[in-house]
């Protein structure tokens, strides 16, 4: 019940649907207390709803952002509070004393402050705001970015503010309680005191050297910049919030161009969400502003997503357009009739190619180029089980989704059926449940059988370490545990190091990567995962929740895995290791193949898993496997062959279409040249190469332009 509470309240946990309960509950509780009347009541229940209000806004509860839409927002349930207190005095038959003038005086006046304090934290942020958000590029040698306020000044200013009036409102009730003025006029002096002081604080922050410069001067430090560093290849990317991983998934391959990589997002959500990189990166929201940036330089840009704002750099004639993606699947996106507009289409592998041409959407078949999947290169290929442990597999169901199609996830029919199947094998092996961070988060019945799985696993690993026949090495294991506690420490010191930047001006003026540490953390979060591995015996089964050890780091641990149709699956097959999928519609396992290529040479499961024997005898005995064929095949289908390395592949593709745009833009100058006897020619195809700052102030989605 208290579950279902949580649930139509839309709140994280029992407490907040306390506090929730408290605060709806309390200030009905309150105007009770104001006509009884009762100071001590009426404190006790105001304390209670400044607590309850506090604790949600500290939890972000999604009732205070819905409070506020049915005009319950935060300042004025501030106000009822206060009108209370003056009910509650005129009840206690003191409308007629200083003390109740005193009140409403300042409560008048102290809501009038609301005004300039809101109005000055407004214009502050917006100030400081900048026209452009960068990472690793150095602007701080270009201009002047003056420190943020501090943080405890702008950090929930309105919340800060409105408490204020508490000393009012105590001094009021021990007034009341006492029959003296002295405490109510001490405390309505501190409340009209302290907010005015806070208004006065505010007011140099948004004048003089204390705020960044103009956007103009911003932009022309960002261009002198460019000019200095001269980009030659560009990612591009703009989506929500949650998309982040697209852009985050090709971070690595740009550190790794050949070429001087620029990284271009549209989005600030998306800059915050980004993850760490040395590669320089600019965040440009306005269309504009990003029009007019100087990207002459630039020769290939290469876009993740297809997207509306694509159009505001695809304009741009001088550099060549690519479509690389954020994955290569049967999902329709992955041949959405929007890839016509690029120069070509990148793709994994032959597979890729082949969607195109089925799907028939006009791209053509020489645009498109096969360059692998370099994120992939952190996956292993598979050697055998080593003699000196038992085998390894991995479940990794998918999550439920949005539409309830019981397709989309084996966890619900079939994942408890695979698990015990796994835990009761004769010979033994390991088993490693990973499931998607979202499972349970759309469907109750996935989250049941989530924990249920959960208990299973966990049980099975208690019996197994109190079994005779497996035995541990528990001196390496509490190596491993000390190495372990090593690495976190040290990781946790490098990640305090790097300090709190306190709004966008400042992350734009100090966000130079430090690339050692950069380094550090990488080579330490390499041997955390080692020493994680190490630090339980190999025979222990396991649940792996949260983001560490990753989905690769189980890859390569693992002998086998029994998953869902989704991009795990796409990506386990570069380890060559035997697979499962489960057919969790029961569509049958030839027309699921036919619809799914990635399953081709995986074993389809039944939602009872009678079938997983055929992964099991695979892994025991390689050389009887009969599908180990058909993997090697369809992993050069889907991602392209093993050599050259498929990041060789894309600085091979990056390096042949520069030199195309290089081709072009040298064809279009000697045009240019041969057309300076008809100047409307001339200024024609001047009008086709990049200009800086021309866009005109109007054209702010870009669309319009040409």
């Known amino acids: 019940m208290i579950s279902t509470a949580i649930r139509v309240a839309r709140v994280g946990s029992a407490a907040q649907l306390a506090a929730a309960a408290l605060l709806m509950l309390g200030f009905p509780a309150l105007m009770l207390a104001a006509l009884v009347p009762s100071v001590p009541a009426f404190a006790a229940l105001a304390a209670v709803t400044y607590l309850a209000d506090h604790y949600l806004h500290r939890k972000g509860s999604y009732l205070i952002n819905r409070l506020s839409k049915v005009r319950a927002g935060l300042s004025i349930r501030f106000l009822i509070r206060q009108l209370l207190l003056i009910l509650l005095l005129a009840r206690l038959s003191l409308a007629g004393d200083l003390i109740f003038y005193g009140a409403v005086a300042c409560f008048i006046a102290f809501y009038g402050l609301q005004a300039p304090h809101g109005a000055l934290v407004t214009l502050i942020r917006n100030r400081r705001r900048m026209p452009v958000a960068t990472r690793n590029i150095d602007l701080k040698s ?20 409105l408490h204020l009036d508490l000393f009012a409102i105590v001094g009021v009730l021990v007034s009341a309680e006492l029959e003296s003025a002295v405490a109510g006029f001490t405390g309505i002096g501190l409340t009209v005191g302290l907010g005015c002081l806070y208004v006065l604080v505010l007011v140099p922050y948004v004048r003089g050297r204390k705020i960044p410069p103009r956007a103009d001067v911003v932009l022309a430090a960002l261009d002198d910049w460019l000019a200095a560093y001269r980009p030659e290849t560009v990612l591009y990317f703009s989506g929500s919030k949650d998309s982040a991983y697209q852009v985050n998934m090709w971070l690595e391959t740009m550190e790794q161009l050949d070429t001087r990589p620029l990284i271009i997002l549209r989005e600030r959500a998306i800059l915050n969400s980004l993850a760490p990189t040395t590669v320089p990166v600019v965040c440009v929201p306005g269309g504009v502003h990003l029009m007019n940036m100087d990207l002459s330089t630039v020769r290939v840009a290469l876009y993740a997503a297809n997207v509306g704002k694509n159009i505001h750099l695809l304009r741009v004639p001088t550099m060549k357009h690519v479509f690389i993606g954020h994955g290569d699947s049967d999902k329709l996106a992955s041949v959405n009739p929007y890839s016509k507009v690029y120069d070509e289409v990148w793709t994994a592998g032959r597979a890729g190619r082949d969607r195109y041409a089925i799907a028939d959407v006009g791209v053509r078949d020489d645009d498109i180029v096969e360059v692998g999947r370099p994120q992939l290169a952190p996956i292993q290929s598979w050697q055998g089980v080593p003699e000196d442990r038992i085998p390894t597999v991995l479940y990794a169901p998918t999550w439920e989704g949005w539409d309830g199609n019981p397709g989309n996830t084996s966890i619900v029919l079939a994942g408890e059926n695979i698990v015990t199947r796994l835990v009761t094998a004769d010979p033994p092996v390991r088993v490693l449940y990973k499931p998607h961070p979202f499972t349970g988060t759309v469907s109750k019945e996935a989250g049941a059988a989530h924990k249920r799985i959960t208990a299973m696993v966990e049980k099975a690993a ?6 005779s026949r497996f035995t541990a090495d528990t001196a390496a294991q509490e190596a491993a545990k000390a190495e372990l506690a090593r690495i976190e420490a ?3 010191e490098l990640a305090g190091t790097g ?37 339980f015996p190999s025979y222990e089964h396991r649940v792996i929740t949260g983001a560490q050890p990753r989905l690769y780091d189980c890859f390569n641990v693992s002998d086998a895995m029994v998953s869902d149709i989704s991009s795990v699956v796409s990506d386990f097959i570069a380890s060559g290791k035997p697979y499962a999928v489960t057919d969790s519609a029961e569509v049958g396992a030839e027309e699921f193949k036919r619809h799914n290529t990635a399953v081709r040479a995986a074993v389809i499961l039944s939602n009872s898993a009678a079938e997983l024997g055929g992964v099991l005898d695979a892994v025991r005995d390689p050389s009887a496997d009969p599908l180990a064929g058909e993997r090697g095949e369809l992993k050069q289908y889907l991602l392209g062959p093993d050599e050259p390395k498929s990041i060789d592949q894309f600085n091979a593709a990056v390096a042949d279409l520069a030199r195309k745009a290089e081709t072009r833009n040298a064809g279009q100058q000697a045009r240019l040249g041969a057309a300076n006897a008809d100047p409307a020619e001339a200024a024609e195809l001047t009008n086709a190469l990049p200009g800086q700052r021309t866009a005109s102030a109007g054209d702010t989605d870009g669309v319009s332009a040409g």
């Open 490 to 492: 040290r990781l946790a």
């Open 499 to 535: 300090g709190n930047r306190r709004d966008e001006a400042e992350a734009t003026r100090d966000g130079m990567v430090d690339v050692h540490k950069h380094e550090e953390i990488a080579r330490l979060r390499a041997e955390w995962n080692t020493a994680y591995w190490r630090s």
């Open 142 to 161: 270009r201009i002047r970015i003056p420190d943020a306020p501090p943080r405890r000044l702008l950090h929930r200013s309105a919340e800060k503010m």
């Open 462 to 467: 208690a019996e197994r370490a109190a079994d």
